[in-house]
């Protein structure tokens, strides 16, 4: 049976370790593609440097850099990260319409090369790239997938762990809604700790400070990096994303989605927890919600439609 293959758009520090952790589990061959205007070389010496590293961790996947398409025909994944990173202080709204040209070039393209393929998106804003995406790939709503809520749940889990003490693993908490600093929705209604509830853990003021502190994790990290944004925490959330895809996991995974009705909300993308395996999302599933939750919920995918509004063509 033939290798999968996996590409990378975009060959950033986000592109790069995406590509690293992919490998790095051997369950399929990775293609860098990039712009020669924009990366030089980089995504060729970064695919060189990581095939180098092969000997050691006893894996065959390879990786491989392309300025072109040809080498991404027949994908069985595709992974979009082109665009410019968040600077320090700067909004993921504040990216829009630089972005969105940049993400209808490249997902025109991969569709053209990859017709089968799902899509991950992860550019920002990033439900309304993914709007972009949709229309620039004529793909069903199950192919095109944003990434926003594997990434702030990862950091809704480790902030609950840090502060009660056990292991992440043990955190069960997920973030819907938006991919924004002021729209995305820590269900605090719902976080499990080891099966308890994690209000029953710490006292209510402790737990909106681990609520601001999810919704600031991009901002807190761009602080500390001074230039760039985050992508260690980036690309482990979207590995496993990829590995439920072309491994047919089925495991069900906060993403960004195309609303048919979900939470009462329709044509529009948000967040909610997907079933992942072969084609992309196999499902949608609602959490129960409070009222305030669900509230902030419609209001998040609100704010997806009016920014949507300002996408110029």
Known sequence: MARKKVTIIGAGMTGGAMAQRLIERDIADVVLQDDPQFAGTMHHGKALDESEAAPWLGISSRITATDGWDETDNSDLVICTAGAPRKPGMSREELLNGNAAIIRAKITEAARHSPNAPIIIFANPMDAMCHVALKASGFPRERIIGQGGALDSARYRYFVAEAIGVSP???HGYVIGGHTDT??????????VGGVPLTDLLPADKVQALVART????????????TGSAYFGPSASTAAMAEAILLD????????TLH???????????????????????????????DDEKARVIKAADATKELVKLITE
Not at 183 to 188: E, H, R
Not at 215 to 226: C, P, T
Not at 249 to 256: A, H, M, T, Y
Not at 261 to 268: P, Q
């Open 169 to 171: 693993k043990d955190v």
């Open 183 to 192: 729209t995305m929705v820590p269900v605090v209604s719902q976080t499990r």
């Open 215 to 226: 919704m600031r994790g991009g901002a807190e990290i761009g602080e500390l990096y001074k």
């Open 249 to 256: 996991q089925r495991r069900l995974i906060p993403c960004s």
């Open 260 to 290: 048919t009705g979900e939470y009462g909300i329709s044509d529009v993308f948000s967040g909610t927890i997907c079933q992942l395996g072969e084609g992309g999302i196999q499902r949608t599933f609602e959490m129960p919600l409070t």
